[in-house]
């Protein structure tokens, strides 16, 4: 018999989704209100080892590079490891003003992981690797 986590899933949907609308919004408080303290992102040539690393990071980003950009996000699965954690599989990418798509290169493969923690969805790292490799 299948077990069906729906309202799990949707608390998770829910937490990316937040992360995203602070991206498009350029907020870094926002962006990671659902994080651990203790949160870790690795991302080519980057890792940030705290919720407060991660903050101090996009707030810089958005206040620059990436300023008036856009996040888009496609959800590829859900998996959950006993009752209180989770780890999710989407393709990401960054959109700059004036883009209509995000280009190739730009897109890449995120894995997140989440612990439920009295009852809310947090997230506890992040990892992104590009879809395509450069050559």
Same mark, same amino acid.
């Given at each position: 018999?299948?077990?069906? &986590? ?7 949907? !829910?937490?990316?989704? !937040? +992360? ?15 994080? &651990? ?24 980003? /958005?206040?620059?590079?990436?300023? @008036? ?10 998996? /959950?490891? !006993?009752?209180? #954690? ?6 990401? !990418? ?13 897109? +890449?493969?995120?894995?997140? +992981?989440?612990?439920?923690?009295? @009852? ?10 590009? #879809?395509?490799?450069?050559?």
């Amino acid at each position: 018999m299948t077990v069906t &986590r729906s309202h799990d899933e949707a608390a998770i949907k !829910g937490v990316l989704g !937040g +992360v995203y609308q602070a991206w498009d919004a350029g907020d870094a408080d926002a962006f990671v209100a659902d994080y &651990r303290d203790d949160a870790t992102a690795i991302l080519p040539g980057s890792y940030r080892r705290s919720k407060e690393d991660i903050r101090e990071n996009m707030a810089a980003g /958005f206040a620059s590079i990436l300023k @008036g950009s856009t996040s888009i996000d496609k959800l590829d699965s859900i998996r /959950f490891l !006993g009752e209180t #954690a989770a780890v999710v599989v989407s393709e990401t !990418g960054i959109k700059f003003p004036g883009e209509t798509e995000v280009p190739a290169e730009r897109i +890449v493969y995120a894995t997140w +992981v989440l612990e439920k923690r009295d @009852g809310a969805w947090l997230l506890v790292a992040y990892h992104n690797s590009p #879809a395509v490799v450069p050559s």
